[in-house]
């Protein structure tokens, strides 16, 4: 069965970081584009970044640009996310999905994880 599991969520103060993990099963990731997704209470999901299956190309919201990296490691099965100088603004859900596109649209994407949340927060 195909399955993410999100894993590195927490508390930080703001300006700290974290960084998110993105862990597959039952299937392999070389294969899929990976993007992550944000949901904050009574908003809507929003991309905030991806990376095409060879790591080759990336996307990046505008709101997290130059404080966000994510990265893959296809032999562990995994991509990341690194997140920098964080913001209270950061503080939602954070989900991770595969599929074939490399896009920042949830609608986009097939197969979700179960969300890990960041609370930025002093």
């Known amino acids: 069965q195909l399955q993410l599991v999100e894993s590195g969520g927490g508390l930080v103060q703001p300006g700290g970081s974290l960084r998110l993990s993105c862990a597959a099963s039952?299937?392999?990731?070389?294969?899929?584009?990976i993007g992550w997704f944000r949901q904050a209470p009574g908003k809507e999901r929003e991309g905030v970044s991806c990376?095409?299956?060879?790591?080759?190309?990336?996307k990046y919201a505008d709101s997290v640009k130059g404080r966000f990296t994510i990265s893959r490691d296809n032999a562990k099965n995994t991509v990341y996310l690194q997140m920098n100088s964080l913001k209270p603004e950061d503080t939602a859900v954070y989900y991770c999905?595969?599929?074939?596109?490399?896009?920042?649209?949830?609608?986009?994407?097939?197969?979700w994880g179960q969300g890990t949340q960041v609370t930025v927060s002093s």
């Open positions: 039952g299937f392999t990731l070389d294969y899929y584009a």
């Open positions: 999905a595969a599929d074939e596109s490399v896009s920042l649209l949830p609608y986009e994407y097939n197969y």
């Open positions: 990376i095409s299956s060879s790591g080759g190309s990336t």
